[in-house]
C-alpha cells in the first residue's frame, strides 16, 4: 500500500473539481479544458478529441469559443469538470462543487454528476456540507466532525442506523427528533419516560438492551416521519401514543411538517398534508418504535435501533 501524500503530486493521476471553478479568465472554454493536456505534451489531434468529447459530454460544445466571463454558474461548473475529465484520471476529486450555485442549479448539476459517474465508471472523491448532495450522489459515506470519523457507510444504513448522536442528528430533514428520557422498569420491560404525559414502553428486545440503564437518562430518537397523526396510523401504534398541542404548521406542499414540545424539547411530525391539526390543537401522535433509536447520554453512541 503507498500513501499518496508521499507521491509527486505529478504522479498521483488524480483530477480536481474546486469550489471556485479554478478558471483562466483570458482563456477561452476550449483553452481552459485543453490546457492541462498541452502542459503534458499530448499531440494536438488527441488533445482537440477529448475535449471535444468532454465538452460533448457536458453538452458544452456551443461554448468552447467563448471565456468564464461570459458564462453563467452552471456553464463554469461544467467547463470546471470538463478540464478535469479530459485527463482521464483515477480519480476526482471534488471540493464542495456546487456550493456557489443557486439551489435550482445544484439540483440540476447533481443530476448531471451522478450521470457522468455512471458514464465514467471511475472513482469520485466528493467532499460537501450539504446532506442532500451527500445522500443523493455517494455509494458510500464518510461523516466526520472536527477532522474525526464518526461512520462509514452507505446512505441508507448511516439514515436508518446511526452510530451515534452526531450522526443521527446530522443525516436528515428535517433531523431527527432527540430527546431525554429516563428509563424506568416495567416488569419485564422497560418505559421510557419522557416527560409527565409522555412515556413509551419498548418490546422485550429493546428493553434487554436497556435494563442496565435503568434509573439513568438516556436519548431517544425517533425520525419526524415515524410519528403521524392519521387514524390508521395510531390506531395500528395504539400502545405508543401521545398527546401534545401544536406549535407551528408548516405546508410543504406533498407533506406537512407539525412543531410540538415534549418537556422542553421542541419535535417534528412529518404527516400527510390532509392533515386538519393546526396550531394550537392538542392532538394525538403515535410513534412507530420499531423505528425508535435509544442513545447513550454520556458517549452518545446507540444502544439500539
Known amino acids: 500500500i503507498c500513501l499518496m501524500n508521499m507521491v509527486e503530486p505529478k504522479n498521483r493521476n488524480l483530477s480536481m473539481v474546486f469550489q471556485n471553478y479554478a478558471l483562466y479568465p483570458h482563456m477561452s472554454v476550449y483553452e481552459n479544458m485543453a490546457f492541462s493536456l498541452r502542459v503534458r505534451k499530448l499531440p494536438k489531434e488527441e488533445i482537440d478529441r477529448r475535449v471535444r468529447e468532454a465538452a460533448g459530454t457536458l453538452e458544452i460544445s456551443h461554448l468552447l469559443d467563448r471565456r468564464p466571463a461570459a458564462l453563467s454558474g452552471g456553464q463554469r461548473q461544467r467547463v470546471a469538470i470538463g478540464s478535469v475529465i479530459v485527463r482521464q484520471p483515477k480519480v476526482y476529486l471534488m471540493d464542495e462543487p456546487l456550493s456557489n450555485l443557486d439551489a435550482k442549479l445544484r439540483t440540476q448539476m447533481r443530476i448531471e454528476i451522478m450521470r457522468l459517474y455512471k458514464e465514467l465508471q471511475t472513482t469520485f472523491i466528493y467532499v460537501t456540507h450539504d446532506q442532500t448532495e451527500a445522500m443523493t450522489l455517494g455509494t458510500r459515506i464518510v461523516v466526520m466532525k472536527d477532522g474525526i470519523i ?106 406537512v411538517n407539525l412543531h410540538y414540545d415534549i418537556a422542553q424539547t421542541t419535535c417534528t411530525a412529518k404527516v400527510n398534508p390532509r392533515t386538519t391539526a393546526r396550531p394550537g390543537d392538542t392532538v394525538k401522535f403515535a410513534m412507530d418504535i420499531a423505528r425508535l433509536h435509544v442513545f447513550d447520554k454520556e458517549t452518545e453512541q446507540v444502544i439500539t435501533h
Open 150 to 255: 464518526q461512520q462509514v457507510d452507505t446512505p441508507s444504513n448511516l439514515y436508518n442506523t446511526p452510530n451515534n448522536l452526531f450522526v443521527a442528528g446530522f443525516i436528515g430533514s428535517p433531523q431527527m427528533n432527540l430527546i431525554d428520557a429516563e428509563v424506568v422498569q416495567s416488569g419485564s420491560q422497560v418505559t421510557l419516560k419522557m416527560s409527565d404525559t409522555v412515556s413509551i414502553t419498548l418490546p422485550a428486545e429493546k428493553s434487554e438492551k436497556l435494563k442496565s440503564y435503568v434509573g439513568k437518562t438516556v436519548v431517544v430518537g425517533i425520525r419526524p416521519e415515524d410519528i403521524k397523526d392519521d387514524e390508521e396510523f395510531v390506531a395500528a401504534h395504539a400502545d405508543h401514543t401521545f398527546e401534545a398541542q401544536v406549535k407551528v404548521y408548516e405546508l410543504l406542499g406533498a407533506e
